[in-house]
Nanobody, 120 residues
Framework: QVQLVESGGGLVQAGGSLRLSCAAS????????MGWYRQAPGKQRELVAR??????DYAHSVKGRFTISRDNAKNTVYLQMNSLKAEDTAVYYC???????????????WGQGTQVTVSA
């Protein structure tokens, strides 16, 4: 089995910072891209940032404020969020494209989500 476990969400004032972490564990052969998505109440889930070997990608709304990074030795992805705004309030989900040891292909895995609330 493979699982993703997130941590680091919480309540912060506008202009503040938070750092999210997501660790993948289980029977993992290798991990391709990892990323963060978010879903605000009444809205669709949207991409925040993704990272793979040699590239990163960000939503326009977070460029210059959020930074995604990755520790391959720990199978962990991070999201440093600075200059937070009220509109960043959402449940943040970790995502990873993983090839398990027991399967020859890759599959998408999701974390359980962590709430980020930014007060105005």
């Amino acid at each position: 089995q493979v699982q993703l476990v997130e941590s680091g969400g919480g309540l912060v004032q506008a202009g503040g910072s938070l750092r999210l972490s997501c660790a993948a564990s289980g029977s993992i052969f290798n991990i391709n891209a990892m990323g963060w998505y978010r879903q605000a109440p009444g809205k669709q889930r949207e991409l925040v940032a993704r990272i793979a070997d040699g590239w990163t990608d960000y939503a326009h709304s977070v460029k210059g404020r959020f930074t995604i990074s990755r520790d391959n030795a720990k199978n962990t992805v991070y999201l440093q969020m600075n200059s937070l705004k009220a509109e960043d309030t959402a449940v943040y989900y970790c995502n990873a494209e993983i090839r398990p040891r027991y399967y020859s292909g890759t599959a998408d895995y999701w974390g359980q989500g962590t709430q980020v609330t930014v007060s105005a």
